[in-house]
């Protein structure tokens, strides 16, 4: 079956550093995508690792580990706009060009 | 920039109506999807086109259909709303191996 795992909530202060874990067990792996969903807005794309190791964009990176099925959101000097929803999504080889996506890590920046 | 539109922010349909949602994308991209967002279940695939007149269904298919005359077009058609199809509605688009782009979602609530 086709699974992806990452924590429900989490929770980090202004000017602080998160990781943000996400586990895959899928048929075939052909790319995973980090999200970043504000409540009430669209999904907006951050980041997309295909071969292992981390990219980096700013305040933001993303690394992955093919052979064991892992992948990390970084995201440092926290901002309290970075609250939202982290999502991790999968691209197989089996469902076309569509994602197959965590439900989602609702992350709370506090002051 | 991408952009992805849909035809409604918010929409209130009675039991046993049809439903329609609409999509357009301005990029030319080639696939289209249609996800559904609820609580604690996170982005679920309905249905997906790589091509005009073509489509794929996602992992929850039952009780909608799609229609993609035009490429830059994709419709979700609640056959029969049911109260169970309360919930938010995301399209996205994009080019094969690249990234997806979302629209601003359609809040939906069947009574």
């Known amino acids: 079956g086709q699974n992806i795992d990452q924590p429900t909530e989490m929770t980090a202060t202004e000017g602080a550093i998160v990781q943000i874990n996400c586990t895959y067990q899928?048929?075939?792996?052909?790319?995973l995508f980090w999200y970043q969903q504000h409540a009430g807005e669209a999904p907006t794309f951050l980041s997309y690792n295909v071969l292992d190791g981390l990219e980096e964009k700013g305040r933001f990176s993303s690394f992955l580990s093919r052979s064991k099925g892992y992948s990390y959101l970084l995201l440092k000097e926290l901002q309290m706009k970075d609250s939202a929803s982290y999502l991790c999504?999968?691209?197989?080889?089996?469902?076309?060009?569509?994602?197959?996506f965590g439900k989602g890590t609702t992350l709370s920046v506090s002051s | 920039d991408v952009k992805v539109t849909q035809s409604s922010r918010y929409l209130v349909k009675r039991t046993g109506e049809k439903v329609f949602l609409e999509c357009v994308q301005d990029?030319?991209?080639?696939?289209m999807f249609w996800y559904r967002q609820d609580p604690g279940l996170g982005l679920r695939l309905i249905y997906f086109?790589?091509?005009?007149?073509?489509?794929e269904k996602g992992d929850i298919p039952e009780g909608y259909s799609v229609s993609r005359e035009k490429k830059e077009r994709f419709s979700l058609i609640l056959e029969s709303a049911s109260t169970n199809q309360t919930s938010m509605y995301l399209c996205?688009?994009?080019?094969?191996?690249?990234?997806?782009?979302f629209g601003p979602g359609t809040r939906l609530l069947v009574l």
């Open positions: 996205a688009s994009s080019n094969t191996g690249e990234t997806q782009y």
């Open positions: 999504a999968v691209r197989t080889n089996q469902a076309g060009t569509a994602l197959i």
């Open positions: 990029m030319d991209h080639e696939n």
């Open positions: 086109s790589y091509d005009v007149k073509m489509k």
């Open positions: 899928t048929s075939g792996f052909n790319g």
